[in-house]
């Protein structure tokens, strides 16, 4: 899969801008502020109907304007494709697949599965068990619709569930209100539990993989998920039906796959407890390129990779791993905020499958520079 062309229009900073990208590396050089990492977060919205940076998509309608829109034309197993997200001042938004309107986000997820490594989600290593839950359930809905629509299913009956107990704290609803959710609850989040079992074992396998590419030998990078093992259906009913008095009290669910921990170990020790800055930064570089050859292998389809600030997150001696494991059969955007830089880590920019924009910072616009 690759993207051929994205325009934009009323994100972030910039008015209009226009990208063609050819099938290798591709670059987006400018200063800080330009405007570079807004591109990405454009097409990682077509690829999930959502942001790497921000849950409020508010703020990505330039100030002052009234509607944007980011339109891309992609290229996913030898079919045209056009995949197009428009969002008005009230915040809403849509999308489109060949000029048809789709219902949410969901059909766009795994349609043209981008990769992004930014700074910006370095929360994934140091941020609480919620944004791990949210990285994994990601990534395995891109590769797994099973997983998806249980994931989906599960949510809803959650908050029916937690309405319901918030109705029974404050003494408007009886416990069997609360009681009518349980099945459907337990339906949907065994399945997501058994799931998260045999996608993450295979995540840990491409985990393995990045490491041995990319890493020292004597660095260890677990993924430690609990609880371990899940419990089945049955149990899972007997253990929500025994909370129940808990649940009511608390007003919340406290027992399901909602409340599952991914914890990373560096070396054998908590990460989030010990890590160093570099150790934060080598676990998401390695998560990363896990997640684009778990991706690959699951879906057949190869991501593209986006590099968000490469130079400025990893030593000169790994980042020139990365891109040599990448290749040049893997179409990848980088950003950087100096071109020379790039070359000197061996870049190629005069390949035919690549290209250069340059983004100045007073009003985004842009100029092609070669190709
Ligand atoms: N909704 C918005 N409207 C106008 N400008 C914005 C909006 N959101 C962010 N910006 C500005 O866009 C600029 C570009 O940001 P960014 O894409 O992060 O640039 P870069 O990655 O090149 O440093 C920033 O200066 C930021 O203040
Ligand atoms: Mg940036």
Not at 28 to 34: K, L, T, V
Not at 128 to 141: G, I, K, L
Not at 152 to 169: E, S
Not at 214 to 237: G, N, V
Request: charge should be neutral; hydrophobic fraction near 40%.
């Amino acid at each position: 899969m690759a993207v051929r062309t994205i325009a934009i229009r009323n994100f972030r900073n910039h008015h209009t801008a226009e990208f063609q990208f050819g099938d290798g590396i591709n670059v987006i050089w400018g200063d800080n502020g330009s405007g570079k990492t807004s591109v990405l977060e454009a097409l990682y919205l077509l690829a999930y109907g959502r942001s790497f940076r921000t849950a409020r998509l508010q703020e990505l309608l330039r100030t002052g304007a009234e509607s944007m829109l980011v339109e891309g034309n992609f290229r996913i197993a030898d079919r045209q494709y056009k995949i197009k997200a428009s969002q008005v001042e009230d915040g809403r938004k849509k999308y489109f697949i060949n000029e048809q309107a789709v219902v949410g986000a969901r059909q766009l997820i795994g349609l043209n599965p981008v990769v992004v490594l930014s700074p910006e989600e370095q929360s994934i290593t140091k941020g609480p068990p919620a944004r791990r839950r949210a990285y994994f359930d990601r990534v395995f809905s891109v590769v797994a619709p099973a997983y998806m629509s249980a994931l989906a299913g599960f949510t809803r009956a959650l908050r029916q569930r937690n309405a319901a107990l918030d109705q029974v704290q404050h003494n408007r609803a009886p416990v069997t209100a609360v009681q009518a959710w349980d099945e459907a609850l337990v339906e949907q989040g065994a399945t997501i539990w058994r799931e998260r079992q045999s996608l993450l074992s295979d995540f840990r396998v491409c985990l393995a993989t990045a490491v041995k590419e990319l890493a020292d030998r004597d660095l260890q990078l677990a993924i430690i998920h609990t609880p371990q093992p899940p419990p089945d259906k049955q149990e899972y009913l007997d253990n929500i039906q025994t909370a129940i008095t808990n649940d009511c009290r608390r007003g919340y669910t406290t027992i399901g796959p909602h409340r599952d921990q991914y914890e990373i170990e560096f070396n054998n020790a908590d990460l989030r407890k010990f890590g160093s800055q570099g150790e934060h930064k080598i676990s998401l570089v390695l998560i990363k390129m896990a997640e684009a050859l778990f991706i690959r292998q699951y879906s057949g389809k190869t991501p593209t990779v986006l590099l968000d600030d490469l130079f400025a997150k990893l030593d000169f001696h790994r980042s020139d791993l990365v891109l040599s494991a990448l290749g040049e059969d893997i179409q990848t955007i980088i950003t950087s905020t100096d071109l020379i830089d790039l070359e000197k880590h061996g870049v190629d920019l005069t390949t035919p499958g690549s290209r250069t924009y340059h983004l100045e910072k007073r009003n985004g616009s842009k100029s092609a520079i070669s190709n």
